[in-house]
């Protein structure tokens, strides 16, 4: 494979011309050379480009070296005078592959602001910014990958269209091939068994409860994919459409999952920090100054743990800041969850023990009847990017809570006979990855870390 720009950025000067392919991104002119970078995307350093008019000079080439043009320069790669790069490459011949007429290509040199650029996703990865959030979420999913792989954990691929029941309600994207103008209903309702799957169905909201079924043959198994939530609020942290990281843990108890979280979240900023360096000090300059630094002193610090109830009693000694009233039994909201971590802990934070109200069935009970050994992982400027919890294991005890919170035990027979048949204490968790790469980058807004965001009225690209 021909070299990228990144790898010809790391050679030595040679003595045979070579092509290089890839697009303007800045020109200078002057009367006796024109210098111009060229990005393949590769990395964000760009390869300078020189051109000595006085041995090659064809006008109208030139004159088509605007940003955005796709070329392919043939040249010698000498050693730079300049102190941004050690090479740069002499050219003998350019072509150009496509134009970009510069009245109308809408990202000139400026710096554009993410609003703008959201409605031009087929253009922003150009840009600088994206183009590291680019790169960074690449490495980033690799890294879950090998963090999960090297500790023995299986990959499990759980369903994206679910016809089960026991979903989460509400919030969920139906999934149907019956004609909306014309849909059989029978007694005033609609009648299902005319659908594809004979029964309604939905697009997944998280994959754990099938994770738990390998958990309970595997051991230690992971999900790592696409999660919808019809999510009808336009906060700068949820989308409709979101990957999440799920692993769920055999014989595990409600401590093995928080290490697991704390060394999950460290070992991927520590990856980030070493395999994007050049990437980070962009977010560190132009997005969020600092976060290299606070983000290493994350890597290296325990997270805090504390328990709900300890977690509220600080919140209410300070009721007056809040603008939502902290008291016991009612959930964390966002200013909380930010006074936590940047006020009380000046870090991440682990809450556990939550009021078995605000949690989901499956939960495990503690002793005291009224909280359930749930877990949140909050971060500064964030609030939560993980949520997780040790697993009902008793089949009593979760039948209990099914009919307690009105759902119906045959909706969840399968989930139930998991209890029935060899059931462990098992837990896991599930991470937001946008939120993970928002936290890693600095960047504001989750729709500005996956390439195409799905939020209410907004599915163009
Ligand atoms: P929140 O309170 O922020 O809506 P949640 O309690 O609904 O989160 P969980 O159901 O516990 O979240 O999901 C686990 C993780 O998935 C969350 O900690 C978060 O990182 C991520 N997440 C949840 N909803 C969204 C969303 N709509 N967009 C992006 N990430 C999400
Ligand atoms: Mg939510």
Redesign the pocket.
Known sequence: MRPSIKEILLMNPDTDTRTVYGWVRTKRDSKNVCFFELSDGSCLKNLQVIVDKEKYNPDDILAKLTTGAGVEVDGLLVESPGANQSVELQASEIRILGEAPAESYPLQKKRHSFEFLRDIAHLRPRTNALGAVTRVRSTASFAVHRFFQDRGFYYIHTPIISASDCE?AGEMFQVTTMDLNNIPKTGGSVDYTHDFFGKSAALT??GQLEAEIYALSHSNVYTFGP?F?A?NSNTA????E?W?IEPEMAFCSLDGNMDTAEDFIKYVIGYILEHCAEDMELFNKFIEKGIVDSLASVVNSEFHRVTYTDAMKELEKNKAKFEFEPSWGVDLQSEHEKYLTEQVFKGPVIVTDYPKDIKAFYMKMNDDGKTVRAM??LVPRL??????SQREDSLEKLTARINDMGLEEKDYWWYLDLRRYGSVPHSG????F???IQYMTGMQN?RDVIPFPRTVHNAEF
Do not use: K, N
């Open positions: 989460g909201v998280s999660t939530r999510e942290r949820h989308l409709a979101f999440m949140d992982v609030g939560e990017i993980i949520g997780g968790f599930g991470l937001g946008e939120r993970l989750i």
